[in-house]
């Protein structure tokens, strides 16, 4: 059966507009998580909600869609997360001849609405027509945007795939992102000494002048091919008669290597440190971990299932390294190879923020593809 045929555009057209139209920012989920559960409800699968929203703080879990498949083939995990960036209250797609966009006013939430919902008319194509498959695992994650939150707090025994790709990555269809960079984050405080600024300027050490050197002699941005670094807030003073006694900065580094995360931290560190100490004060730096780096193995043969379904959509397959993290980097951590494919959404966290029609329908053509391609490899392992 032809993928094209299979694809409702107008439906999945809808179904999109109205998930975008329904805000979700991270841990405010509820809403879109209840309309997923009526669609899957509908449909007859069960759907399980954990309970990451209470770990989050937030007023949803993650969803579990468990879809019954060939009973001898593996389970296979399917994933798109259900929060979005600010500005994405209110959000009012419109429709053009080849692409849909918000008002302007707001983000659109094609990331990863899109990916919703592609997911929600695989599982409507896969109920109507009864096509063998995989069991699968279909998981709709919160607070992805915050940090893999949602991620993060699944719990990794109540799910039995062996295998899983998620669907969370901008740029060309045909784009499969087989390795994503480790994430630090850091937050310091440069301690000065407070004095008043017209009388005893003298007498004090300012905070933010001992933070801007050392900024300036950090290296940041792009670090190397593989290796990125970013002082993001910066935070103190009360008042221009006052000599700043404490700036606290918040920043991250990423890498695809842990050596060379570890050095980014470690030159970061020591530029705030023996820059305070020239000023005959001080700096605490701590630094977090964020979520691991995941590598998807030159041999493995998620490579192969993903490049057997984009070539059944006549696209070129390319596999790519990102220099952003997505849940794929977490469940990898939690010991489930993953991919993460394209589907196609661009100028994502902007204003500006757009995917093309075809793009949209050819994504849920890529997710009902890389089923057959499962089921294919599934048949001759």
Same mark, same amino acid.
């Given at each position: 059966?032809?993928? #094209? @045929?299979?694809? +409702?555009?107008?439906?999945?057209?809808?179904?999109?507009?109205?998930?975008?139209?329904? *805000?979700?920012?991270? !841990?405010?989920?509820?809403?879109?998580?209840?309309?997923?559960?009526?669609?899957?409800?509908?449909?007859?699968?069960?759907?399980?909600?954990?309970?990451?929203?209470?770990?989050?703080?937030?007023?949803?879990?993650?969803?579990?869609? !468990?879809?019954?498949?060939?009973?001898?083939?593996?389970? #296979?995990?399917?994933?798109?997360?259900?929060?979005?960036?600010?500005?994405?209250?209110?959000? !009012?797609?419109?429709?053009?001849?080849?692409?849909?966009?918000?008002?302007?006013?707001?983000?659109?939430?094609?990331?990863?609405?899109?990916? #919703?919902?592609?997911?929600?008319?695989?599982?409507?194509?896969?109920?109507?027509?009864?096509?063998?498959?995989?069991?699968?695992?279909?998981?709709?994650?919160?607070?992805?945007?915050?940090?893999?939150?949602?991620?993060?707090?699944?719990?990794?025994?109540?799910?039995?795939?062996? /295998?899983?790709?998620?669907?969370?990555? *901008?740029?060309?269809?045909?784009?499969? #992102?087989?390795?994503?960079?480790?994430?630090?984050?850091?937050?310091?405080?440069?301690?000065?000494?407070?004095?008043?600024?017209?009388?005893?300027?003298?007498?004090?050490?300012?905070?933010?002048?001992?933070?801007?050197?050392?900024?300036?002699?950090?290296?940041?941005?792009?670090?190397?091919?593989?290796?990125?670094?970013?002082?993001?807030?910066?935070? *103190?003073?009360?008042?221009?008669?006052?000599?700043?006694?404490?700036?606290?900065? /918040?920043?991250?580094?990423?890498?695809?290597? +842990? +050596?060379?995360?570890?050095?980014?931290?470690?030159?970061?560190?020591?530029? @705030?440190?023996?820059?305070?100490?020239?000023?005959?004060?001080?700096?605490?730096?701590?630094?977090?971990?964020?979520? %691991?780096?995941?590598?998807?193995?030159?041999?493995?043969?998620? !490579?192969?299932?993903?490049?057997?379904?984009?070539?059944?959509?006549?696209? %070129?397959?390319?596999?790519?390294?990102?220099?952003?993290?997505?849940?794929?980097?977490?469940?990898?951590?939690?010991?489930?190879?993953?991919?993460?494919?394209?589907?196609? /959404?661009?100028?994502?966290?902007?204003?500006?923020?757009?995917?093309?029609?075809?793009? @949209?329908?050819?994504?849920?053509?890529?997710?009902?593809?890389?089923?057959?391609?499962?089921?294919?490899?599934?048949?001759?392992?």
């Amino acid at each position: 059966m032809d993928a #094209v @045929l299979t694809i +409702d555009q107008e439906r999945l057209i809808a179904d999109f507009m109205t998930l975008v139209s329904i *805000g979700s920012h991270s !841990r405010e989920e509820a809403n879109v998580a209840a309309y997923i559960k009526g669609a899957v409800e509908e449909l007859g699968y069960s759907v399980e909600e954990d309970q990451a929203g209470d770990v989050v703080g937030g007023n949803s879990g993650n969803l579990i869609v !468990r879809v019954p498949g060939h009973a001898d083939w593996p389970t #296979v995990l399917l994933m798109a997360h259900m929060d979005t960036v600010a500005p994405g209250h209110g959000v !009012r797609p419109i429709r053009h001849a080849d692409r849909i966009t918000s008002d302007g006013r707001t983000i659109l939430g094609a990331d990863d609405k899109a990916g #919703v919902a592609g997911l929600l008319h695989l599982l409507t194509m896969l109920h109507a027509t009864g096509e063998d498959h995989p069991p699968l695992e279909v998981v709709f994650t919160i607070c992805e945007e915050v940090g893999l939150l949602g991620a993060k707090a699944l719990d990794r025994s109540s799910l039995k795939a062996n /295998y899983g790709f998620v669907f969370d990555s *901008g740029g060309p269809l045909g784009s499969v #992102v087989t390795h994503g960079p480790a994430q630090a984050k850091m937050m310091a405080i440069v301690h000065g000494k407070a004095a008043h600024a017209g009388m005893a300027p003298e007498k004090g050490v300012s905070a933010i002048e001992v933070a801007a050197h050392a900024i300036s002699e950090m290296k940041l941005g792009r670090i190397d091919e593989r290796t990125t670094a970013n002082i993001g807030q910066i935070k *103190g003073g009360f008042a221009t008669n006052i000599v700043c006694d404490a700036v606290e900065l /918040y920043a991250e580094a990423r890498s695809l290597d +842990d +050596d060379r995360l570890q050095a980014q931290q470690s030159h970061m560190t020591q530029v @705030l440190e023996q820059t305070a100490k020239r000023y005959g004060v001080h700096a605490d730096v701590e630094w977090t971990a964020s979520y %691991p780096a995941f590598a998807l193995p030159e041999d493995s043969f998620l !490579r192969s299932i993903s490049a057997n379904a984009i070539h059944r959509l006549g696209l %070129p397959t390319n596999f790519v390294h990102s220099g952003g993290g997505s849940d794929a980097n977490v469940i990898s951590g939690k010991g489930i190879p993953v991919v993460n494919l394209a589907i196609g /959404y661009q100028q994502i966290h902007t204003l500006e923020e757009w995917i093309a029609l075809d793009d @949209l329908t050819g994504s849920a053509q890529l997710m009902v593809e890389l089923i057959r391609a499962i089921s294919e490899y599934e048949n001759h392992a």
